[in-house]
């Protein structure tokens, strides 16, 4: 399982760095397998490589410090392009109905919150906040 940072650029996760959301690079098996083990919410982004808004968030909300410290204390977080690889059969398991679509999911497959579209660094860590503070 490799961590990849919010900037796209692969390195290795350290205690004191904090420059965005680490990104687990896992097929989901192994996402689900870790999330149950650490007893956390899965995070993810379900996005396209075509869509803008999927772009802005990438560069301009996931970089930010502030938002990788919410995150990454409080989910295991993976990104998913829903057209390729395993996108498309998690696309079942995940209705989509825009891009990007953020999903907070227990564990068991139940999706705790549903978000789509883009969203400011504020609101995204306001909801990461929320739904930590209701499980």
Do not use: H
Request: charged content about 25%; some cysteine.
């Amino acid at each position: 399982m490799a961590t990849v940072w919010a900037d796209g650029k692969d390195k290795k996760a350290k205690a004191d760095e904090s420059t965005g959301i680490q990104f687990t690079e896992a097929a989901w098996a192994a996402i689900v397998k870790k999330a149950k083990a650490e007893n956390k919410i899965i995070f993810l982004d379900a996005y396209a490589s075509w869509c803008g808004p999927c772009k802005l968030l990438q560069k301009n909300v996931f970089t930010r410090s502030d938002v990788g410290e919410v995150f990454n204390k409080n989910f295991i977080n993976v990104k998913v392009d829903m057209e390729r690889g395993e996108g498309p059969q998690l696309a079942r398991l995940f209705p989509l109905e825009a891009y990007p679509t953020l999903f907070f999911i227990e564990p068991s497959g139940k999706i705790v919150k549903k978000v789509i579209g883009y969203q400011s660094p504020e609101a995204l860590i306001s909801i990461g906040k929320s739904v930590v503070k209701d499980i």
